[in-house]
């Protein structure tokens, strides 16, 4: 990269860090260079380096890297710097039916920790939020990591929610609808909170560390009794205009009245209680050759893949990834990729999350890398200041 001469000295000095600290940040994993490195890597010269890696040994994010095997038999050695992961760390919450997780991380993404903890469906959502902060407090004292040392949470949960974290409408929780979550749990913490649907956390996620690690163009499904799905483009999450995209679970309002508790009927009744316990039941009774329960199951997925073809019709991406509850049930996976084949012009591949239950709390944690990242590496502030808090 070619050295930038004139123009504002502190826009010039916040690129200069940015372009040394994404040297030393690495693709990777943090790398150990010297300033000899890192003048060839950043093409900056020897002066600006050293002003800047110095800048970066004040703000705790860059150390000198102690001296190497046979460093002392060369004479005197040339100084290495290191990125400081531990500098900070970030923080990945779900926050769903049955149960409230959280996932602890270095500034690389590298995990730290994680905690899970059950939770009443019927809870309301005081009670959620403080079963949620407990986790957290429990994961942070286990870690012995600081609340301070927070830099950026990221939060999935169910529902449509807005850019300033506020929960639109959100019928899997109680009370959840109208919700300031972003700003209830910004009162936890002084750093960055960034709120997002479930399945729009779990598409990032298994871009990230799953199924999808080599696919740009991606429909997450997350297959749960109102099924909802997060859309990669061209490798970037697309929310829609209001945060609904992907509410597949809302098809039947479409003139399909059948709602998920007379799909899954096995004796003419409504199923009830309708959680994931009674509808593995359900899916248990089929494999074991329950002619009622295999009815129920057949019709369950015939409406789960109409859902899925509308949005793979509509966006034709390389990949569908099915994950929530279903993606640990067996029967789903064949018949998805058969309708696809009839419904669809050009049936992508599908698969099962790698990462199952994992994935929406790893989503989150990535949308807290990211934010962080692009304080990091940005021209226009301060390494973890400002951005977006929703």
Not at 39 to 67: C, N, Q
């Given at each position: 990269m070619g050295r930038l001469t004139g123009g504002d000295p502190s826009l010039l000095r916040r690129i200069n860090s940015s372009v040394v600290l994404r040297a030393l940040r690495g693709t990777d994993a943090p790398r150990t260079l010297t300033y000899t490195d890192l003048v060839r890597e950043t093409g900056l010269s020897r002066p600006t380096v050293e002003g800047v890696v110095e800048?970066?040994?004040?703000?705790?994010?860059?150390?000198?890297?102690?001296e190497e095997p046979g460093d002392a038999r060369r004479g005197r050695p040339a100084r290495r710097f290191r990125f400081l992961a531990g500098a900070g760390h970030l923080l990945g919450i779900e926050i769903g039916s049955h149960r409230v997780a959280a996932v602890l991380a270095d500034l690389t993404g590298?995990?730290?920790?994680?905690?899970?903890?059950?939770?009443?469906?019927?809870?309301?959502?005081?009670?959620?939020?403080?079963?949620?902060?407990?986790?957290?407090?429990?994961?942070?004292?286990?870690?012995?990591?600081?609340?301070?040392?927070?830099?950026?949470?990221?939060?999935?949960?169910?529902?449509?929610?807005?850019?300033?974290?506020?929960?639109?409408?959100?019928?899997?929780?109680?009370?959840?609808?109208?919700?300031?979550?972003?700003e209830r749990l910004r009162r936890s913490f002084r750093c960055p909170v960034l709120v997002e649907n479930d399945a729009n956390a779990a598409a990032l996620a298994e871009r990230w560390k799953g199924a999808a690690i080599d696919s740009e163009d991606v429909v997450f499904v997350l297959a749960g009794l109102s099924p909802g799905a997060g859309s990669l483009i061209g490798g970037r999450l697309h929310r829609g205009f209001g945060g609904a995209a992907g509410e597949i679970g809302a098809l039947h309002l479409l003139g399909r009245e059948a709602t998920p508790e007379?799909?899954?009927?096995?004796?003419?009744?409504?199923?009830?209680?309708?959680?994931?316990?009674?509808?593995?039941?359900?899916f248990t009774l089929a494999r074991q050759g329950d002619p009622r329960a295999r009815e129920a199951v057949d019709r369950f997925i015939r409406r789960l893949?109409?859902?899925?073809?509308?949005?793979?019709?509509?966006?034709?991406?390389?990949?569908?990834?099915?994950?929530?509850?279903?993606?640990?049930?067996?029967?789903?996976?064949?018949?998805?990729?058969?309708?696809?084949?009839?419904y669809c012009l050009r049936p992508p591949r599908v698969a099962l999350s790698v990462l199952g239950e994992a994935a929406v709390a790893t989503g989150a944690l990535r949308l807290a890398l990211d934010h962080v990242e692009e304080r990091l590496f940005s021209v226009e502030g301060a390494a973890f200041g400002g951005g977006r808090t929703g």
């Amino acid at each position: 990269m070619g050295r930038l001469t004139g123009g504002d000295p502190s826009l010039l000095r916040r690129i200069n860090s940015s372009v040394v600290l994404r040297a030393l940040r690495g693709t990777d994993a943090p790398r150990t260079l010297t300033y000899t490195d890192l003048v060839r890597e950043t093409g900056l010269s020897r002066p600006t380096v050293e002003g800047v890696v110095e800048g970066l040994v004040e703000a705790g994010l860059v150390a000198e890297a102690t001296e190497e095997p046979g460093d002392a038999r060369r004479g005197r050695p040339a100084r290495r710097f290191r990125f400081l992961a531990g500098a900070g760390h970030l923080l990945g919450i779900e926050i769903g039916s049955h149960r409230v997780a959280a996932v602890l991380a270095d500034l690389t993404g590298r995990f730290a920790g994680t905690v899970s903890r059950a939770v009443d469906a019927a809870a309301p959502a005081e009670e959620r939020l403080e079963r949620t902060r407990a986790a957290v407090a429990d994961l942070l004292r286990g870690s012995g990591v600081p609340r301070g040392s927070l830099r950026a949470v990221g939060v999935g949960s169910p529902g449509i929610v807005e850019a300033d974290g506020r929960v639109r409408l959100g019928t899997a929780l109680p009370g959840w609808t109208g919700l300031p979550l972003g700003e209830r749990l910004r009162r936890s913490f002084r750093c960055p909170v960034l709120v997002e649907n479930d399945a729009n956390a779990a598409a990032l996620a298994e871009r990230w560390k799953g199924a999808a690690i080599d696919s740009e163009d991606v429909v997450f499904v997350l297959a749960g009794l109102s099924p909802g799905a997060g859309s990669l483009i061209g490798g970037r999450l697309h929310r829609g205009f209001g945060g609904a995209a992907g509410e597949i679970g809302a098809l039947h309002l479409l003139g399909r009245e059948a709602t998920p508790e007379i799909l899954l009927a096995t004796d003419g009744e409504p199923l009830h209680p309708l959680d994931e316990a009674a509808v593995a039941r359900v899916f248990t009774l089929a494999r074991q050759g329950d002619p009622r329960a295999r009815e129920a199951v057949d019709r369950f997925i015939r409406r789960l893949v109409h859902d899925v073809a509308a949005l793979v019709l509509a966006l034709d991406p390389e990949l569908v990834v099915v994950g929530g509850w279903a993606s640990g049930l067996d029967g789903v996976l064949e018949p998805l990729r058969t309708e696809l084949e009839r419904y669809c012009l050009r049936p992508p591949r599908v698969a099962l999350s790698v990462l199952g239950e994992a994935a929406v709390a790893t989503g989150a944690l990535r949308l807290a890398l990211d934010h962080v990242e692009e304080r990091l590496f940005s021209v226009e502030g301060a390494a973890f200041g400002g951005g977006r808090t929703g």
